[in-house]
């Protein structure tokens, strides 16, 4: 395994530090009847913390050449299965049986985490939690509300969908090879409400619209495409700009457009 080229094109930047390792699996109390995925496992370093705790654990790879070092490292693990296929392609309910969700864990390529988180959201009925590596911005962009200035659709959607934490910021020195950023770990646990389509759709409609424009006030921008008489119903400051609006007010703006059909 120390024989691996890292490969650029994967983002493959590999953390191994046995304290931070530690402290991520404090985190994310691992239990004997937990189901796991992890996305990207590498080297096999943040596995081996994990592997021997929960009644089932996948790991997903898509470089090719780290299978069967995986595979021999991991041979005596009777709980463990690595599939060599790139995450988007998995189809989530093919490993959640009988209701039982399943927890997902990674220390993600950076070019990667908005594709992921997407594919996340399409499966969030599945997942119990996700704990995962990010870049630094790109994850207190995850956690932003309208009192951070990382706040933005990202944070709006994610928060949407899951209860965000960063749980602690990890220097880049503490990687292999070194990227030009710091990381973060961060928390998801999804809400429990019933996902409703069309509000989703309005509210990636909304997002997009008003955060194209985001250094105008809400109102110039919601004239477009709502009444004078629904906007005179929102309990909204339209004098706002769309980053100081809150996750309720979006929902709120979402459901008047459903209504409106």
């Keep these: 395994?120390?024989?691996?080229?890292?490969?650029?094109?994967?983002?493959?930047?590999?953390?191994?530090?046995?304290?931070?390792?530690?402290?991520?699996?404090?985190?994310?109390?691992?239990?004997?009847?937990?189901l796991f995925l992890e996305i990207g496992p590498g080297l096999g370093t943040m596995t081996?913390?994990?592997?021997?705790?929960?009644?089932?654990?996948?790991?997903?790879e898509l470089d090719k050449d780290l299978i069967a070092p995986l595979e021999k490292k991991f041979k005596n693990e009777k709980n463990f299965s690595i599939i060599n296929k790139n995450i988007l392609d998995l189809d989530l309910n093919c490993f959640v049986k009988?209701?039982?969700?399943?927890?997902?864990?990674?220390?993600?390529?950076?070019?990667?985490?908005?594709?992921?988180?997407?594919?996340?959201?399409?499966?969030?009925?599945?997942?119990?939690?996700?704990?995962?590596?990010?870049?630094?911005?790109?994850?207190?962009?995850?956690?932003?509300?309208?009192?951070?200035?990382?706040?933005?659709k990202l944070s709006v959607i994610c928060n949407y969908f899951c209860k965000v934490d960063v749980l602690t910021d990890i220097d880049r020195s503490y990687f292999d090879p070194i990227p030009r950023v710091d990381s973060s770990f961060v928390r998801f646990r999804?809400?429990?409400?019933?996902?409703?389509?069309?509000?989703?759709?309005?509210l990636n409609f909304l997002l997009n619209k008003l955060f194209n424009k985001k250094r105008k006030k809400i109102n110039k921008t919601l004239t477009e495409f709502f009444s004078e008489d629904d906007l005179s119903k929102i309990e909204i400051d339209l004098n706002l700009r769309p980053d100081q609006l809150s996750l309720e007010d979006y929902i709120s703006l979402s459901k008047i457009s459903i209504k409106n059909g």
């Design 98 to 152: 009988n209701n039982k969700k399943i927890r997902l864990i990674g220390n993600l390529p950076y070019n990667m985490s908005s594709p992921i988180l997407d594919w996340c959201f399409k499966y969030i009925d599945l997942i119990k939690d996700m704990h995962f590596m990010f870049q630094k911005e790109f994850a207190h962009r995850c956690a932003g509300n309208e009192n951070t200035a990382s706040y933005g």
């Design 48 to 60: 081996e913390m994990f592997v021997g705790i929960p009644k089932k654990y996948y790991a997903i």
């Design 1 to 34: 395994m120390n024989k691996h080229i890292n490969k650029k094109r994967f983002g493959q930047n590999f953390l191994s530090d046995k304290h931070i390792l530690s402290d991520i699996l404090g985190y994310i109390n691992p239990k004997s009847d937990d």
């Design 190 to 202: 999804p809400k429990i409400y019933k996902k409703n389509s069309n509000e989703l759709e309005n």
